[in-house]
């Protein structure tokens, strides 16, 4: 029997609209390296490690009548050519120009009846640097029997052993009879399953984001500032199918050198930096700040321990929450923002106001591509009632990674939007890095750039406050 997907998995194939497609997207940008990383380099590693992500080679088949969920099925035709594209950008290309086209990329739905994944070569990058971006569908990356495949490319050093090619033989495909059969077997153990499939592959919106909002579990029911109005904010509009999309640069060490200041977290002073550009976007944009305002932000995370950057590739915590924070946009003073935050962080730590680990395990997932999916997967459903938009922090591996040789030097994480929510957050540390991708609707961000362009100014207030 194919193995069926998930009803959290289900869900997101039928929440999809063409305003809000379901997939999480990721930027990293690589410098060539000395054999250079050119497609049919980048075509081969993804030949030779795609047995680590079987799921890659499988696509949807749904059963006839929806009597069941969807099931996942090899693909007898998988093109490995027609997943990994190639794209170029006029030399020198500029990081606006790869922006543009990112945004371009991730306003296009993925070809359902295909694997859901899709990867770029984009060259013609200035000093020699050349851009993978990636694209995967939220149904497919669960964090537990599927990850990223932006993760089992990379490699800890550029002399790599390369992994020799496994013979693939596809399964047969099952037939409707079969499928058909199966699902009626099924629904003798569980009779209401059947009336529940359909009313959800049929378009009953309520029925699924119910679905989803039931299997996030204790994102509701454990989150204390769902029961407060979320703040009225330019942030929430009816999205169209058009996204633009921005990037900031940041020095880890600025954020460990506030955290040592204001003994807080770097996730912290992250969130306050991020309310500091808010505050500085809103203004621009002559929206009315009064000194009590906030934008709400749900914060899923990896935590460990220390609260800081994992030590190895592939360790990023066995722990992960959620939390729903409200950042305090109308307080001009960086340093009362950064208390502020840090004062809500440690109120939900102690206090338990938490979305369990187990829960978040079901919702997402612990490497870093992966990760990101989890603030969207947690939203579907239920964003215009509980929060602005989602903020997702991921700490990645501080000493530098390779895919075929290639160094990379920087990744940018592109969190879908949710409905309703014309923007979405996305930040990952990396080799003394800290990296920020501004996915936005075209139309409510228009001025996304703007804002990615605060984030080196809010960070330079917390810092000339320690001076």
């Not at 490690?49 to 090899?74: E, F, M, T």
């Amino acid at each position: 029997m194919p193995p069926r997907l998930s009803a959290l998995d289900a869900s997101f194939l039928y929440l999809e609209q063409p305003t809000t497609p379901m997939h999480v997207g990721g930027v990293a940008v690589f410098r060539k390296g000395p054999e250079g990383l050119d497609y049919d380099r980048l075509v081969r590693l993804v030949e030779q490690r795609i047995s680590l992500v079987p799921r890659y080679r499988q696509k949807v088949r749904h059963v006839p009548g929806n009597l069941a969920r969807p099931v996942w099925v090899d693909d007898t035709d998988f093109d490995t050519a027609y997943h990994v594209r190639r794209s170029a950008l006029p030399r020198p290309g500029t990081d606006a120009q790869l922006c543009e086209l990112v945004a371009r990329l991730m306003s296009r739905p993925l070809d359902h009846t295909r694997p859901l994944w899709e990867m770029y070569l984009v060259e013609g990058l200035a000093d020699e640097r050349v851009a993978v971006v990636t694209k995967t569908h939220q149904a497919m990356v669960d964090g537990i029997s599927a990850i990223d495949l932006s993760q089992v490319i990379l490699d800890v050093s550029p002399e790599a052993k390369p992994r020799a090619e496994e013979v693939w033989m596809p399964r047969p495909t099952p037939s409707d009879v079969r499928l058909v059969a199966e699902a009626i077997g099924e629904a003798v153990s569980r009779p209401g399953e059947i009336a529940d499939n359909v009313r959800a592959a049929t378009g009953d919106a309520v029925a699924t984001a119910t679905k989803v909002a039931g299997m996030a579990g204790k994102l509701v029911t454990m989150a204390w500032a769902a029961t407060r109005p979320v703040p009225g904010t330019p942030l929430n509009v009816e999205v169209s199918t058009q996204r633009r999309f921005a990037v900031a640069r940041t020095n880890l060490e600025d954020y460990r050198a506030v955290r040592a200041a204001h003994d807080c977290t770097v996730n912290d002073v992250v969130l306050s930096v991020v309310a500091g550009a808010l505050r500085s976007w809103l203004l621009s944009r002559g929206e009315p700040v009064t000194s009590g305002a906030t934008v709400r932000a749900m914060v899923p995370m990896s935590v460990r321990g220390d609260a800081d950057v994992p030590s190895s590739a592939g360790t990023l915590g066995n722990r992960v929450s959620s939390f729903l924070v409200d950042l305090p946009v109308g307080e001009p003073s960086p340093v009362v923002r950064l208390h502020h935050v840090a004062h809500a962080m440690r109120e939900h730590t102690s206090t338990g106001r938490n979305v369990g680990a187990d829960t978040l395990v079901r919702i997402g997932g612990f490497a870093p591509p992966t990760l990101h999916a989890l603030g969207a997967r947690a939203a579907s459903g239920m964003a215009r009632h509980i929060f602005n938009l989602v903020v997702t922090n991921v700490p990645g591996p501080q000493f530098p990674l390779f895919a075929a040789g290639a160094r990379m030097l920087e990744m940018f994480p592109v969190v879908p939007l949710a409905k309703g929510q014309a923007l979405a957050i996305g930040l990952t540390s990396y080799d003394g890095g800290v990296y920020y991708g501004f996915n936005g609707d075209r139309d409510g961000m228009a001025d996304v750039e703007v804002l990615a362009g605060m984030v080196d100014e809010a960070l330079d207030e917390l810092r000339a406050a320690n001076r």
